[in-house]
């Protein structure tokens, strides 16, 4: 004689409530977590300098503009990252407090753009800025 049993229900195991819970997650990860912003330099106002004191002269500032082939521009004259070394530094022996400002063309290559910081590292500059212009809308 043979006895039906009735078949084991097979253990269902259901994806929803594990997708669910990885979504919620993923949200709680992607609120609480900072994202680098590369907008985000610190900017003195000029109002700001002016009540601390801390402005400095124009003469004490050296623009470096970086155009899109990469080729970093001092004072109208294109130079390569040695000459622009021995420039700087000859600047900051004969005004250590120079300040150097880089303005990057928005098609200049990242890595053009971390030569001159090199660069002006490399010569003792101490107050080294990045500014991107951007047109107005």
């Known amino acids: ?38 907008d ?18 124009p003469a004490g500032t050296l ?7 990469g080729v970093p521009v001092l004072r109208g004259a294109e130079l390569d ?3 622009l070394r021995s420039t700087l530094s000859t600047a900051v022996a004969n005004e250590p407090l120079t300040q150097v400002v880089i303005l990057p063309s928005g098609a200049a290559q990242t890595q053009a753009l971390v030569t001159v910081m090199d660069a002006a590292a490399l010569a003792g500059v101490t107050r080294l800025r990045v500014l991107r212009l951007e047109a107005a809308p």
């Open 1 to 38: 004689m043979t006895l039906n049993r009735p078949a084991r229900p097979r253990a269902l195991i259901s994806l929803v409530p594990m997708i669910d819970v990885m979504l919620i997650l993923l949200v709680f990860f992607m609120v609480t977590s900072t994202y680098l912003n590369l």
């Open 40 to 57: 985000m330099i610190p900017a003195v106002k000029p109002s700001e300098g002016a009540a601390t004191g801390g402005s400095q002269s």
């Open 63 to 69: 623009m470096i503009r970086l155009g899109a082939d």
């Open 81 to 83: 990252a040695d000459t």
